[in-house]
């Protein structure tokens, strides 16, 4: 069947009647984790909540004012997911997250102008496209898109923009001869009802289940983004349309805000000034690793050259170069076949990195230890044990099991 989303993609509110609701589990990624949820599954007389499908994500919104997480197709049927139970037969009222709604119909229309212009103008099929959160890409059955081609794409497409265009939806049976003249990629395995034929006047017929803009005039715009590699000897184009390209234009303008205070230059110069900052910076940490490196070997010394030096060194710095090359120096320049060294680079109270130097014994038997009070991960071999720290707080409490280490040590000796 068509729902009351595919008939009407700009009614925003439908009150219906509650088929069935029947317990069931949603698994939902929250910032990157995967949790499962109970609910129940809600199917009703009809809908203005449009199922996942056809490249485009389904609607948000709510059901007598609860929010619905999640809209499928079934077969004939739109299964809504929701947190409380409905009976069946209850009247509820659907309302649609307009926002998102409007963004779906205009980045779905933009796709087939897009793509039946593609395929006009340069002989470009369209495989696959991905309805995405900030943009949207078309998959072209060509390993390269000729230089200009991208511009005339987009020329081509905000003209039929400006020519308000209308997009009519018409519904034809399987076994009507028009459906042999539209575009398509074929019907789902479970398509039920109505064969949805989405008609841009002029330009493109395409069997379709999504929702649409009834003129390219709602469109707004269409910004081609640029291409990309694609696999298997495929282009993909990457574009924004409708709303997208203002907020495009807004961040994009306080971007250049941004950089020009920052920057203390013109936005057309703004990629002569980081290239240069760029190649500063460079210049400065070579400057810096040397520096570094002479002062490694100058700490080293000034050990080695007092008397009562001991068998325990340790050291902490901040500014370590992120690496263990710091460390390494120290460790070389002191030498550990009989101090023991215990280094670490990084916050005080945060991450760094840490290393462990001295006779094997020591440092095979401390070694798993020091890792597990600094929280870290490493590893160990020929006197060495180094690694990641995710508590550098902890180092006075690695410093006092080394020191004790070091009494006993020099006790035996005596």
């Excluded at 990624?29 to 109970?38: Q, V």
């Excluded at 205009?106 to 796709?111: E, F, P």
């Excluded at 020191?403 to 040590?409: L, T, V, W, Y």
Aim: some cysteine.
């Amino acid at each position: 069947m068509a729902f009351q989303c595919q008939r009407d993609c700009y009614m925003r509110e439908l009150t219906t009647r509650v088929v069935s609701c029947s317990p069931a589990e949603l698994q939902l990624e929250n910032n990157g984790k995967k949790e499962k949820i109970k609910g129940f599954n809600v199917t009703v007389k009809d809908t203005i909540l449009f199922p996942e499908g056809g490249g485009q994500p389904d609607d948000h919104g709510t059901m007598g004012g609860v929010q619905v997480l999640r809209v499928t197709r079934q077969g004939p049927d739109a299964v809504h997911f929701v947190s409380s139970g409905l009976e069946e037969g209850q009247e509820v009222l659907l309302k649609v997250d307009w926002e998102r709604r409007f963004d779906h119909m205009q980045q779905h229309s933009a796709q087939h102008l897009i793509t039946a212009l593609a395929d006009a103008l340069f002989g470009y099929k369209t495989t696959s496209w991905e309805l995405g959160r900030q943009r949207s890409s078309i998959e072209l059955d060509t390993a390269r898109v000729k230089s200009g081609e991208a511009e005339a794409l987009e020329t081509a497409a905000n003209e039929k923009i400006r020519s308000r265009v209308p997009v009519n939806v018409r519904l034809l049976s399987l076994d009507d001869p028009e459906v042999e003249k539209v575009r398509s990629r074929g019907l789902p395995v479970d398509h039920a009802g109505p064969i949805r034929i989405i008609d841009i006047e002029g330009v493109d017929a395409n069997m379709c289940c999504g929702t649409h803009v009834s003129n390219l005039s709602h469109l707004q715009a269409i910004k081609v983004l640029g291409m990309e590699k694609g696999k298997k000897n495929k282009t993909n184009l990457v574009f924004i349309a409708g709303n997208r390209v203002l907020k495009y234009a807004e961040r994009s303008y306080n971007t250049e805000k941004s950089l020009i205070s920052l920057l203390k230059t013109g936005p057309e110069e703004h990629v002569q000034a980081v290239d240069k900052l760029q190649k500063n910076i460079k210049r400065l940490q070579k400057t810096n690793l040397v520096l570094l490196r002479d002062m490694a070997v100058l700490i080293a010394r000034n050990f080695k050259s007092k008397p009562d030096q001991g068998n325990f060194f340790t050291l902490h710095y901040r500014d370590g170069n992120g690496d263990n090359e710091f460390m390494n120096i120290i460790a070389n320049e002191i030498g550990f076949e009989d101090t023991v060294i215990f280094l670490t680079v990084g916050e005080e109270t945060g991450e760094g990195m840490f290393l462990l130097a001295g006779p094997s014994s020591v440092v095979d038997s401390l070694g798993p230890r020091v890792m597990e009070l600094l929280h870290g991960k490493g590893a160990g071999k020929n006197g060495r044990f180094q690694g990641k720290a995710s508590c550098l707080a902890k180092r006075v409490e690695v410093e006092a099991l080394l020191q004790e280490h070091s009494h006993q040590m020099k006790a035996q000796e005596e």
